[in-house]
């Protein structure tokens, strides 16, 4: 969970968001621990590891592979401005909706509802005002491939005691890595 960067989401209007209570999961409130939310509110970032058992994490990336090879990846518009290189394929909660993708994907389908469940517990337990975007970015980091931390909601200090003035209204990201034997000094 990253208050400052972001690989996951998109910039969404209120019109294309939802309400974080419509994504209340029972996994999310053992996983945020009372010391994650800490260290989110002091640092404005959490590492939650064991997010997944094995098994989800190996299905959710032979799924991932599948999509891969049946949709395609591409390249986005922060590739031309050296933020990242990886290759991504946005799902949308509408195919979700109609079977298909919780069908054919069970554990990117559970995925994406867990990582969709951490905004109503970032609510609950930080007070925070969150809506949850309707798309989640599938990432796709071939050998060489990078992503440079950035911002993606660039705000501006308010004047004179009036609002922020923010380039979108993305407050959280978090962001589940698929990586089995990840060790920090992986980077």
Do not use: I
């Amino acid at each position: 969970l990253d208050r400052a960067t972001s690989a996951l989401g998109v910039r969404v209007q209120h019109s294309e968001a939802s309400p974080p209570a419509a994504f209340r999961h029972e996994a999310c409130a053992p996983l945020l621990s009372d010391e994650a939310v800490r260290v989110f509110q002091e640092r404005g970032l959490a590492v939650l590891d064991g997010a997944l058992d094995p098994a989800t994490l190996r299905a959710a990336v032979a799924e991932g592979e599948a999509l891969r090879e049946a949709r395609g990846l591409q390249h986005t518009f922060q590739m031309a401005a050296g933020v990242r290189s990886d290759k991504v394929l946005w799902l949308d909660e509408r195919e979700a909706a109609d079977g298909s993708f919780s069908v054919a994907c069970p554990a990117l389908a559970q995925c994406v509802l867990l990582l969709k469940g951490f905004a109503h517990e970032l609510e609950r337990r930080c007070g925070l005002q969150l809506v949850v975007p309707r798309q989640c970015m599938l990432s796709c980091y071939e050998d060489g491939a990078y992503y440079e931390r950035h911002l993606d909601n660039e705000c501006a200090e308010a004047e004179a005691g009036g609002p922020r003035s923010c380039s979108n209204t993305r407050e959280v990201t978090a962001l589940l890595y698929f990586n089995e034997r990840w060790q920090r000094e992986d980077g």
